[in-house]
């Protein structure tokens, strides 16, 4: 069936915006919303939705309503939220009356003490208050409640409310709930998710997934086919992610023989810049479903509502927001959309759900329909409990009204949070129609607000396509960082776009028929005795050579970026200057990291005459505030390790010291009354010594007697350096002057052209 019906929207796009503002369908938009809103204001309010808008105008009245919703509600300890209770009493809403108040007030003082009466008490009287927004599922109340609302004129679509589930136990049991709801003879229209039905779904096997989708559908697709009065199936959406293949899904489903001829829905978020392009898509398979004899399709048109979790799925992954910028661009493409599909050849394929709640939109659409003769294939549908009012008045020039009606087990309560925490957010936010819905009529400023949002998205619609935000294709993508660019982590791959699940599917084909892994066993295979000796003979003598090492030593060889140039000699020091309260040693740890190699000769070769010099160490360790230990309480013992070089050079063990040498315990303080030094204070010290030591010392000064000196240690080594401290020398009571006593050290200073920035940060 081919489409000769103009393009509305190609037209008007060709119009100066002046004739865009004179258009006199806006005229008669704004005025029809006026009779409306005339019209609602004598209806009756509900009790329960007038003080949850009350709530919400209060400044606290988000932030209690969700803090109750997320806090109170959810936990399954009622200790934890009888807690969370008490810490909502600073934020309870004025406009609550004042036994409202109280009570809240009670229940909070009284939780914590008494959770198993407080808790489900209050958590009562919260489904009473969202009671007009959320049914209660059990069959007998459903059965009330579903009669109630059928009397008033309006149509239900029942959705058993469910998050993405996690296993297939509670797939299952979610599936089987809808199903008997389907089962109902009040029941004739049902919605339900994708991803509500089938646990862990993979969009990298996309095929497979579908595939197992429509194996669980296919069932209750064909009990609706089968039955004997009219069943309805609507195919919910919610994330971006679940667009393409909701959409397979609905088309694999509907395409199988024995259902050509039933009628089913799917919807599409208007604050996705693809919503167009699928809806364009969906109306050429529909007219081809047409021509083979088949019944048409019904697409509903919301806006969207989760927005707060697209931009956390975009932030997390690092990709471009799936939805459009702002919410006039959302309000625009919403009538774009609308303004595409309401023409007699296309609505012949695609019947049109019209759902949202805002006056200007719904009388457009109305209008809209009735001069383009489509008005007999357009429902217009609300959510419940959401300004009854304005919805009845709709109703009554419309000709009927779909509710959408959530149902929720009150063992299952907790799964309709995310829902009640959507509608309170439209309800709260200045950007949404509902948030000024109660006073259109008495405020005039909110009414011109509304009228000028209306305008502007009017004005922006045009006959375009807007493409998708997210063009991700790592088919195509071969771009590499740019010499010298900033550092940024490449975006994950995003699997709910095609493109990138064919680049996927296509490694897999590729792996089939790879030799990569059989040319790299094949490459380290041993085919021989003699092969494996010689390979077992060169670990032997690696570990051999690498398990004496120290730990310390071992580091430096595993992160050891290049050796010295040759052409580099000893350069003077850098020294930065203590900060206020910091011993001189701690300095030195900032400064510059010095050289590990002998200083060389202009010619390339290493001094024999020379080494750097190698200062007396201080008897209280400078590094002792590193370890968490005071300065007060430092181990006074000097170091007994050996110099690294030496320890690098031989793997024996240390010299253990002579008996002689051990006679006189060392005292750990100032105070000849302290107690001698214990195993794990001398070994804390010298832990401390060794890590923080970052100046690589001669080893012509090492000496594990005490960790004493000796007077004279080789060639090119000052004795003044290497003398030990004076037999008669006296401590002084003051960690300065102590650390005053010690001579400053000399090293050879960083590598030629290391900066000293670098050098520090190295050092440190």
């Not at 407080?118 to 459903?142: I, Q």
């Not at 052409?567 to 030195?588: E, F, K, N, Q, V």
């Not at 102590?738 to 940060?761: E, F, K, Q, Y």
Request: glycine share 6%.
């Amino acid at each position: 069936m081919a489409d000769v019906s103009p393009d509305p929207a190609a037209e008007r796009a060709t119009l100066p915006p002046t004739e865009w503002a004179a258009d006199p369908l806006e005229e008669r938009t704004v005025a029809l919303v006026r009779t409306w809103l005339e019209r609602s204001a004598d209806a009756p309010v509900d009790p329960a939705a007038a003080r949850l808008a009350g709530v919400l105008r209060d400044p606290h009245g988000l932030p209690f309503t969700l803090g109750f919703v997320d806090g109170v509600v959810r936990p399954e300890d009622l200790r934890v939220a009888a807690r969370n209770l008490r810490r909502l009493l600073p934020v309870v809403p004025r406009f609550l009356p004042a036994y409202q108040r109280a009570a809240i007030a009670a229940g909070a003082l009284l939780g914590p003490a008494l959770p198993w009466p407080v808790v489900p008490a209050a958590r009562f009287v919260l489904r009473r208050m969202v009671g007009h927004l959320v049914l209660d599922a059990t069959p007998a109340r459903l059965g009330r409640r579903i009669a109630a609302l059928r009397a008033t004129g309006a149509r239900l679509n029942i959705n058993l409310l469910g998050e993405a589930v996690l296993g297939d136990g509670e797939a299952a049991r979610r599936l089987q709930g809808t199903r008997r709801l389907l089962e109902r003879d009040d029941v004739d229209y049902v919605s339900i998710k994708v991803s509500a039905i089938a646990s862990q779904l993979s969009l990298w096997g996309f095929d497979e997934t579908v595939d197992r989708v429509v194996g669980s559908l296919l069932p209750l697709y064909r009990y609706a086919a089968r039955a004997g009065t009219r069943k309805f199936i609507n195919l919910d959406m919610e994330e971006y992610k679940d667009l393409e293949l909701t959409i397979a899904v609905f088309q694999r489903l509907l395409d199988t023989p024995d259902l050509l001829e039933l009628e089913a829905g799917i919807v599409l978020q208007a604050y996705l810049p693809d919503a167009l392009s699928a809806m364009q898509r969906l109306n050429r398979w529909s007219q081809q479903r047409r021509e083979r004899g088949g019944a048409p399709i019904k697409v509903r048109v919301v806006k969207g509502a989760n927005l707060l979790m697209e931009r956390v799925d975009a932030r997390l992954h690092d990709w471009e927001l799936a939805t459009l910028p702002s919410k006039e661009a959302t309000d625009a493409n919403y009538k774009r959309v609308l303004d595409w599909a309401l023409t007699p050849g296309r609505t012949d394929a695609v019947h049109l759900g019209i759902a949202g709640h805002n006056l200007f939109d719904v009388a457009h659409a109305w209008l809209l329909a009735n001069e383009r003769g489509v008005a007999d294939r357009v429902d217009f549908e609300m959510l419940l409990g959401m300004a009854s009012g304005q919805a009845a008045a709709v109703r009554e020039d419309v000709g009927g009204l779909l509710l959408y009606t959530p149902v929720v087990a009150p063992a299952e309560f907790d799964v309709a949070i995310s829902y009640l925490v959507r509608r309170l957010e439209e309800n709260s936010s200045d950007e949404n129609f509902l948030s000024a819905a109660f006073d259109l009529q008495s405020d005039a400023s909110l009414f011109e607000r509304e009228r000028t949002r209306f305008s502007r998205s009017l004005a922006a619609v045009d006959g375009s396509v807007p493409r998708p935000n997210r063009r991700q294709d790592r088919r195509s993508d071969r771009s590499l960082p740019r010499a010298g660019a900033p550092f940024a982590n490449e975006p994950d791959t995003d699997p709910s776009l095609p493109g990138n699940v064919d680049w996927g599917r296509a490694i897999l084909d590729r792996a089939v028929a790879t030799q990569l892994g059989s040319d790299t066993v094949r490459a380290a295979r041993l085919d021989s005795t003699d092969q494996l000796e010689q390979l077992l003979r060169r670990v032997a003598k690696a570990g051999a050579t690498w398990g004496p090492r120290r730990a310390r030593s071992a580091r430096r060889c595993l992160t050891r970026r290049r050796p010295r140039s040759p052409r580099a000699g000893p350069t003077s020091s850098r020294w930065l200057p203590p900060r206020r309260g910091r011993p001189w040693a701690r300095a030195i740890r900032r400064s510059a990291r010095p050289s590990t190699s002998p200083p060389t000769t202009p010619t390339g070769r290493a001094s024999s005459t020379t080494s750097p010099a190698r200062p007396s160490f201080p008897r209280r360790s400078p590094w002792s505030r590193r370890r968490g230990t005071s300065p007060r309480r430092s181990p006074q013992g000097r170091s007994s390790r050996r110099s690294p070089r030496a320890a690098e050079s031989s793997s024996s063990p240390p010299r253990r010291r002579a008996a002689s040498e051990r006679s006189s315990p060392r005292r750990c303080g100032p105070r000849a009354s302290r107690r001698p030094c214990s195993p794990s204070w001398t070994s804390t010290r010298r832990r401390s010594v060794e890590r923080s030591s970052s100046i690589r010392w001669s080893s012509a000064c090492s000496s594990p007697a005490r960790g004493r000196l000796p007077r004279s240690s080789g060639p090119g080594v000052p004795s003044s350096r290497c003398s030990p401290r004076p037999a008669g020398r006296t401590r002084s009571s003051s960690p300065r002057a102590r650390i005053s006593t010690s001579p400053l050290p000399t090293w050879s200073g960083p590598p030629s052209g290391t900066p000293v920035r670098s050098a520090r940060r190295r050092a440190s």
